[in-house]
């Protein structure tokens, strides 16, 4: 027993040594490998933040110069040069929100996103063109360290076996044995004295007792079998799951509604980082600064779609439809998307509304947006949204509105007036706009009130007495003639009309009056009798010739006036047909006649013209003719009727008038001393020539002609010889200027100018001296003139072509001014200036 009890003891202890060792250095070797992974995953991380600052400083410039030069083709071969840096696995480029170019798949999870504005420098100002996404993958990184800490544990665990086995035989063999052997050894010399055997027996080291060392190795097994258990559960339940998913996905991808699956991590990350930052109204925010709401669209991912989806957008696949998402957006897609965000800052739990998208054929679509709120980063990586198809709805809706309010516009403003009357208690149901405005009460003096409060006296009698029994009987009352009040106290003759409203009985329920306002009519039906009497009276004492025709018997038939006024005799027998009188009609004339004729049967134009007829005697008669085609339903004209009036003596006059109007024309427009063109004349002319010129990109000259010292011409040999003078000059230069576009006038006193159209300003010059030259050669005496004993004349000339922006005036203005250069540089002179325009 002693031998054993020591052995159990040193064993015990031994056990327990290496059971503390074991311990400690698996505890050190698993915070070394947790500082060693730390150091990996932040050198990883490092690793991928310095490849977005690479991307920023080599190939954002390039970016920028492509993006301004639209060469879209060069982009997409520089983005996939970015794709192949060590972990990026997606880049993109936005313009206004919408993806320009995109290389690689962009994943939902498992992402380091780096968003970073595209600008490029404009006339010295800095300006942002775009936006580029660059997407890094965690998962190469994590699959590194992963492989890292399978190298480090597995080798750390062989490790931690072999010492554990060198100091299980180390201890027992070299120590635990030895030191029982010795402590037996020592007890038997107490007991049998110093003579008893040493005895190293392998049977006294061995013992059925459990040390520290088999408690360590059945709770690993223990925990073994338990972990075995758990990962068995795992699995299970890993199984459980998958089923869940597949059934989700079979109602997912089997659902009538168009459902997307999208990614709101990275949008509730910038929500809350605004939140910190203090931000307090993010709708102002957001309409303040647009682009950053651009920036955070950019931000979803759409991660999958549903076959409804695809079948509502026409599009041919999840990845094409996810790849081109943007081209379903709509214009106003940043306002949807604005108040999305609002629902999200506000944590409301639901968002729900009305969007216009467009399918990839693009045609125009209404949907119902509805998803849950995300209320953490976790459950915003997956939000269904889903939308549904509105659009036949909404086409439905409007189509009823329009209809209703068409129907309501009828009703409201239809030409008659609609009342709805209750025939029991003849109060007022309902009553349209129009009779509103026709009788000047508002709506509310007249609904609830009785109907007999707008008939007159004698029409409420006879309503009351004949209309509401007869209506009472057979449900309808047709045309009966009646009188109604305006609020002023005016009488209305009204066309009374009723149906009736029944219920299921047959009971009538309330009347449906239409009044038609006729008094128009009836004031015509007395103003055509008053007429008829009138005309009967007018044609016994009318000097016009009345005429009837029957167009569809061609038979016509004329007044003993008419007969009369053409020369014939009342007893005299004339052909009474169309055309007898066609023949009658001027040669000259009656082309114009038979057009208006036409035109008026065809197109009810008034016929009203003045023509010349021959008389009995063959000679012709001047005549005013007039009259009016009478119409059957369909428009077609079957009578006509008219009459003649001799208006010869007006026309003699009318052509006095005219040659006399032509005779003051002429005189209004020429100088009454000279017998050339005078002011009126010059500026009618100017403002022609002008505006021709202009049409024909053609060159005009004005010479303006003063005659030097003609107030001193005057005192010395008095007006009459200056008159004479004058018109000596006027005459002469009437005789130098040869076409008869060109144009003499008198401008005013001893002014004269000559307007010169289509004539440069060479041949104006010549002209001008050939003028000066001429008036010298009359040899008009005029002692008092410095420059020549005969009168002389100074000349400003000007040549423009005229365009939009040169005023008329201004071409007598500048010559005007060459006029006063003459007179200054000594007269007897032509001076020449370019035009300006004043």
Same mark, same amino acid.
């Given at each position: ?5 020591t052995s159990?003891?040193?064993g015990s ?5 290496i059971?503390?060792? %074991? ?7 698993l915070?070394?490998?947790f ?8 050198? /990883? ?8 600052? @690479?991307?920023?400083k ?6 920028s ?7 879209f083709d060069k982009?997409k ?12 696995t997606?880049?993109e480029v ?11 798949e962009?994943?939902? &999870?498992?992402?380091?996103t ?6 490029h ?5 800095t300006?942002q063109?775009?936006t580029l ?7 190469? +990184?994590?699959?590194?360290i992963?492989n ?5 544990l597995?080798?750390n665990?062989?490790k931690?076996?072999?010492?554990v ?6 201890f ?5 044995k ?6 037996d ?10 003579? +008893? ?6 049977d006294? &080291? ?8 088999d408690?360590?190795?059945d709770?690993i ?10 990962? =068995? ?6 199984? %459980? *799951?998958?089923?869940s ?7 997912f991808?089997?659902?009538?509604v168009?459902?997307w699956?999208e ?5 509730l ?5 605004? !939140?910190?930052?203090?931000?307090e109204?993010l709708?102002?925010?957001?309409d ?9 669209a ?10 409804a989806?695809l079948?509502?957008?026409?599009a ?5 439809f996810i790849? @081109? ?8 897609a940043i306002?949807?998307?604005k108040? !999305? ?14 969007a216009r ?10 949907? *119902?947006?509805?998803?849950p709120i995300?209320?953490s980063r976790?459950? +915003?990586?997956?939000v269904p %949204?889903s ?5 036949e709805?909404k086409?439905l =809706? ?7 309010d ?5 009703? $409201? ?6 009342i709805?009357?209750n025939?029991k208690?003849?109060?007022v149901i309902?009553?349209n ?21 707008l008939?007159?006296?004698e029409?409420?009698?006879y ?5 509401i029994?007869?209506?009472?009987d057979k449900?309808i ?5 009646l ?7 005016d009488?209305i003759?009204?066309s009374?009309?009723m149906t009736?409203?029944r219920?299921? !009985?047959?009971?009538? &329920? ?6 038609r306002d006729i ?11 008053d ?6 009276i ?6 016009d010739?009345?005429w009837?025709? /029957?167009?569809?018997?061609?038979h016509?038939?004329h ?5 009369i006024?053409l020369?014939?005799?009342d007893?005299d027998?004339?052909p ?5 009188w066609?023949s ?22 008034a016929? /009203? ?5 021959r008389?009995?005697?063959?000679e ?9 085609a ?11 009727g008219g009459s003649?009036?001799?208006i010869?003596k007006?026309?003699k006059?009318?052509?006095?008038h ?5 005779e ?5 427009m ?15 002319r ?6 021709r010129?202009?049409?024909?990109k053609?060159?005009?000259s ?5 005659? /030097?010292?003609?107030k001193?011409?005057n005192?010395i ?12 000059i ?7 200027i ?5 144009l003499v006038?008198r ?11 289509e004539t440069?300003?060479i ?12 008036? *010298? $050669?009359?040899q ?6 410095n420059?020549?004993s005969?009168?002389?004349?100074s000349?400003?000339?000007c040549t423009t ?9 201004s ?5 005007d ?10 007269r007897?002179?032509?001076?020449s200036?370019?035009f300006?325009?004043?």
């Amino acid at each position: 027993m002693g031998s054993t009890e020591t052995s159990e003891k040193f064993g015990s202890v031994s056990k327990r040594l290496i059971l503390y060792i %074991v311990v400690s250095s698996s505890v050190i070797t698993l915070i070394l490998t947790f500082f060693q992974l730390n150091i990996e995953y932040q050198s /990883d991380l490092s690793g991928i933040h310095n490849r977005f600052e @690479q991307v920023q400083k080599i190939y954002l410039k390039s970016v920028s110069e492509v993006m301004w030069a639209s060469d879209f083709d060069k982009l997409k071969i520089i983005l996939e040069g970015l794709s192949n840096f060590a972990d990026i696995t997606y880049v993109e480029v936005r313009e206004d929100g919408k993806v320009v170019v995109a290389i690689g798949e962009s994943k939902a &999870l498992d992402t380091i996103t780096q968003l970073i504005p595209i600008t490029h420098d404009y006339r010295g100002e800095t300006i942002q063109i775009g936006t580029l996404r660059v997407e890094a993958d965690l998962g190469a +990184a994590y699959k590194r360290i992963l492989n890292k800490v399978i190298v480090i544990l597995g080798s750390n665990a062989i490790k931690t076996a072999i010492v554990v086995l060198l100091m299980i035989l180390i201890f027992r063999n070299l120590v635990t044995k030895p030191l029982a052997q010795i402590t037996d050894y020592i007890r038997s010399i107490k007991i049998e004295g110093p003579f +008893a055997p040493l005895s190293l027996s392998r049977d006294k &080291l061995s013992t059925d007792s459990r040390d520290e060392i088999d408690i360590v190795v059945d709770s690993i097994n223990e925990s073994s079998l338990q972990v075995v258990k758990f990962i =068995e559960e795992i699995r299970e339940q890993g199984n %459980v *799951l998958k089923l869940s998913e597949r059934r989700f996905k079979q109602l997912f991808d089997n659902s009538e509604v168009s459902i997307w699956n999208e990614d709101f991590s990275e949008v509730l990350k910038t929500l809350d980082n605004l !939140q910190d930052s203090g931000l307090e109204d993010l709708r102002l925010y957001l309409d303040d600064n647009e682009q950053v709401a651009w920036d955070m669209a950019a931000m979803i991912k759409v991660t999958g779609v549903n076959q409804a989806t695809l079948k509502l957008f026409g599009a041919n696949s999840e990845k094409d439809f996810i790849y @081109q998402v943007d081209k379903t957006f709509s214009s106003d897609a940043i306002d949807l998307f604005k108040d !999305q965000l609002c629902a999200i800052w506000d944590q409301q739990s639901i968002f729900r509304s009305e969007a216009r998208y467009k399918t990839f054929d693009g045609s125009d679509i209404t949907c *119902l947006i509805s998803l849950p709120i995300p209320k953490s980063r976790d459950s +915003a990586r997956n939000v269904p %949204v889903s939308i549904i198809d509105i659009t036949e709805r909404k086409q439905l =809706e409007l189509a009823m509105q329009q209809s209703q309010d068409k129907y309501l516009d009828l009703f $409201e403003h239809a030409p008659d007036m609609y009342i709805n009357v209750n025939p029991k208690s003849t109060n007022v149901i309902q009553c349209n706009q129009t009779l509103i405005n026709i009788l000047g009460f508002r709506k509310e003096e007249i609904i609830g009130q009785t109907i007999f409060n707008l008939y007159t006296e004698e029409s409420a009698k006879y309503v009351k007495n004949n209309i509401i029994p007869m209506f009472m009987d057979k449900g309808i009352v047709s045309n009966e003639q009646l009188q109604i009040k305006k609020k002023n106290g005016d009488i209305i003759d009204v066309s009374l009309n009723m149906t009736a409203s029944r219920d299921e !009985q047959g009971n009538i &329920l309330n009347s449906r009056a239409i009044w038609r306002d006729i008094t128009s009519l009836i004031d015509t039906q007395k103003e055509l009798k008053d007429k008829s009497e009138k005309l009967e009276i007018a044609i016994a004492g009318t000097n016009d010739g009345l005429w009837l025709w /029957d167009l569809e018997n061609n038979h016509e038939w004329h007044a003993p006036q008419w007969k009369i006024l053409l020369g014939y005799d009342d007893n005299d027998e004339i052909p009474e047909n169309y055309f007898s009188w066609e023949s009658r009609v001027h040669p000259d004339d009656k082309d114009k006649v038979l057009n208006i004729l036409k035109q008026h049967l065809e197109h009810n134009v008034a016929y /009203d013209c003045e023509q010349r007829l021959r008389t009995k005697s063959n000679e012709y008669k001047w005549f005013r003719d007039r009259g009016t085609a009478i119409r059957d339903e369909s428009g077609k004209p079957i009578r006509m009727g008219g009459s003649i009036q001799d208006i010869s003596k007006l026309k003699k006059a009318e052509e006095r008038h005219d040659n006399l109007n032509k005779e003051l024309e002429i005189l209004s427009m020429q100088d009454g001393l000279t017998g050339i063109a005078n002011r009126r004349m010059f500026d009618q002319r100017l403002k022609h020539e002008w505006a021709r010129s202009l049409r024909k990109k053609q060159p005009l000259s004005l010479i303006l002609v003063d005659i /030097d010292l003609f107030k001193t011409y005057n005192d010395i040999y008095g007006h009459v010889a200056g008159d004479e003078c004058l018109k000596n000059i006027a005459q002469t230069l009437s005789n130098v200027i040869k076409r008869p576009s060109d144009l003499v006038a008198r401008y005013g006193g001893e002014e004269f100018v000559l307007l010169l159209p289509e004539t440069d300003a060479i041949h104006a010059n010549y002209l001008a001296e050939e003028c000066s030259k001429k008036i *010298l $050669e009359q040899q008009i005496p005029h002692k008092k003139l410095n420059v020549n004993s005969y009168v002389t004349i100074s000349l400003g000339v000007c040549t423009t072509i005229p365009d939009s922006d040169k005023q008329a005036l201004s071409l007598v203005e500048s010559a005007d001014k060459a006029l006063y250069q003459a007179k200054n540089n000594g007269r007897n002179q032509v001076i020449s200036i370019e035009f300006s325009n004043h």
